[in-house]
């Protein structure tokens, strides 16, 4: 599936500072950019760059002048996303687990898998399957938690959330990421572009490694696993943030926009849902 | 009921300082001090004094001599507890509270009600009568965390309880009275002596404030209502603790019984815990 | 010292609910109503009530009927504070508490002095009397935490703002309260009107029990010691809320007012505050 | 200098389960393995693996068979630190920082750098390079600190030890972590053994990245820099345990043992550690 995107930042910057952007597209397994065009208004040396690690791309900006730095991206990327016959993938153990996973098994700073293990296995302990317990963590946070904007903050952490009952996608996937970990389910944080999203923004879900695949969750929700475009991976969103800045800037307004281009794209229906678990990332046969 | 208390605490002391003790039963509506013996081994300046609002009794003591300090409570006790019969408590609204009970109702240092009022309306808001949420509430607790002695420390709080899963006596009761309080019932501390408690300690449960009367509850499921002794009430922990020390002195060994004297006596069955509140204060004909 | 007050709160109420206001100055030792007026826009229900161990006064609303409820209170209130000369409050230690003073010793909802001993007696133990180390701790305050509108919210604690260094009044006073009880000094909270208060809005400030007097303290330095007016007393802010609401109901507008009424009325100097403790309560003679 | 160590852990299990360990020297940069063995006193499957990011290895031991797995490691290292007259290190800002080095300059689970920007410049925003700060931070730690054995557990933060002002090792170095992230310092934890430890176990420090080298920093104290053999690298305690156990298993003894070879082997003495900064790992020139 072919996606158009836009998004664009504008930033007030009045002292100089260096940043990093990540607001690309990853050029991954499953996913490639066929074309794009990334700007900025004023003329700055810039810099491409992409974690060895995954594959997350950043823009680095030195800017030296006061004043309004549009930033804008466009690009047409192709996903491939694979439908994974729900209940068939296999039940491999943490024995399985190679040592490029196990950073996602860990505790991270908005994912403190570590504290809620007790109340993981109350909740999801009689189910039998990695699968199964990971779709019933999707459907938890999403029944049990309140979707309210502005009502959390750069801080809140998924024990915060599992206090509260109220968050934004940011906190559904930490919530989502920390309860798989507490259960010996690797998880990690997925940021993106989501087709259609409302109110249009970045979007942010998590993806679960079940039977040797990363298996894509979007608790909310509100974007349907085959309409995501990958920006960035990492263990929770501080690995994650559209921008690290090196001293103070001030976003003046932002537009995001994704769009499927095949005009018979349609979202996965709950059936389907059901059915199947969605991959981002081809891999190998399951048996 | 005529119960008979002990308790012998034995103080490492060895600088000058003052220390209010909370051992004593209290005298209040319910509960009469038919003889009690309070003595410290070293000869020391010391003062009862009663709390006005709680009923809280405190032994102030000034230790100038170091050395081991071993204080010794005897009491026998009656205590006239009444059994409501459940779902005939008056359900009376917030509109009715008196401004004695409000300080019951809102947030303390171990009760953050106030962070979880979604997850307590998720959890009981089903339910009609705040009778009815109460017992739910008790249920919950009891059902759903561990009691692991050693888990927790004085730090904890009804929140930390929530995400571990985990605690004792003072863990449950702080998360009682958190949950009640979230949904608009006034809740309070209780600490004392309970009969045969295993292993021997002083207790601490909750009372809500239902139909007008202060019912008791404990999470634990340790005590019979019909078998506490109070010796404080407040807000929560931070108020009812045996020891507030102005310097350092060290507990060393700590004897706590209770008997109940008529050899009658026999925990409330089940049956008879669903067919019944109740009350350690008497109070004003329900209707 | 004459104040006139003025507060009027515009609520819009959607479904049927009680609440307790508290926006009334209290009538106590050092305070005096001489004329108050309190009227809400709607003809409701409603009584006025005073918590008889802190002085707070509430009105107590029951609204039925949807819509705008305008609620505005007016007064002119006498204050009579003492200025006790700084360094001359007797060092009277925790041995001279009496249990009236107790509750403001031990840790509450947003002051949790259990936790901060250590970091109290680092920055304040070198120095040798309460009043000395309230002053620094006042000044600590002052001088590293930055104000700053908007930074925190409801559940903002103490710890929070010790770790943040921002807040606004409420955070400042909690900090100040959490301080001086980790140092054995007995503290409480302090909502008023406070004299041109700049942006208007009520106020929050602290006391803290030195020499057997309550000594006033501002730690955000807007308002002189000399000119506040006492409306709430209590272990934190929330025992001291404006509203009190069961139910849900909007704040839509609110106005603030507080002016003295002597024209010659100064805020007190820099040195003036250097030299003098303010009481809001006349107590007995010093020694 | 060569270092001797050993380390031996008896595990009681009870259930099946794989565990992965890391307690071997890795085989780093500047950090030699000469010699090694590793055995367990039950035959089981284990296979040794290398973390290809930040190169800690694993031991991942399948036992099937309940009883005592004695683990037992013993190797001889050689380490080649190289001192770094202090005051000269280039200074060079966030905008050198490579990709390799973001994920120790954002915040994790026990380093939460992002609450703490306002109180890290307010104690270090003066001192004008990372090496000053960075040294700061340090004698900050190991001053302000208390070292107090026992007094946190596994899901202390630094932003606890920062109110609690009491820790371990693990906690010195939670700390120094984030303050120095908190100033756009990258910084990451070190687990390993040092020379004549007191009492012996295995130790955690951290390194911040200055001028281009990461360079090494004991808050407690405890070891000199040019004592030590590094096990584990990572963002915090969460990817360096010594243990990673996928179920249930019970630590009945441990010893850790390391000695320098070289019995000329002397500690840094304070004017040492005052005029050199230490890497552990071989760089470029400074300059």
Redesign the interface.
Known sequence: MKFSLVSQLDYEITNPL?F?LSVRAQQCPGQKVLAENFSISVTVPHQL?????TGTR?D?V?AEIPGIYTIRYEAEVEVESERLPAGELPQR???TFS?EV??Y?????Y??S???G??AF?LFGHLTTPEQQMRAVTQWINT?I?YVSGSTG??TSA?DT?????GVCRDFAHLGIALCRAM?IPARYFTGYAHDLQPPDFHACFEAWIGGRWVFQDPTGLASPEGVVRIGTGRDA??CSVN?A?GSMRLRKQIVECHALDPAFQKMTPEELAAFSVSLEPGPPLW
Do not use: K, M, W
């Open positions: 260096t990093l760059q992409e974690c060895f690690t950043f680095r030195h153990g943490p024995e040592l196990l950073p098994l860990y505790p991270s700073r994912c403190q570590d504290r809620i007790r109340l109350d049990r309140s750069s801080s024990v599992l206090v509260e009952r109220a010996n501080s690995d690290t090196f």
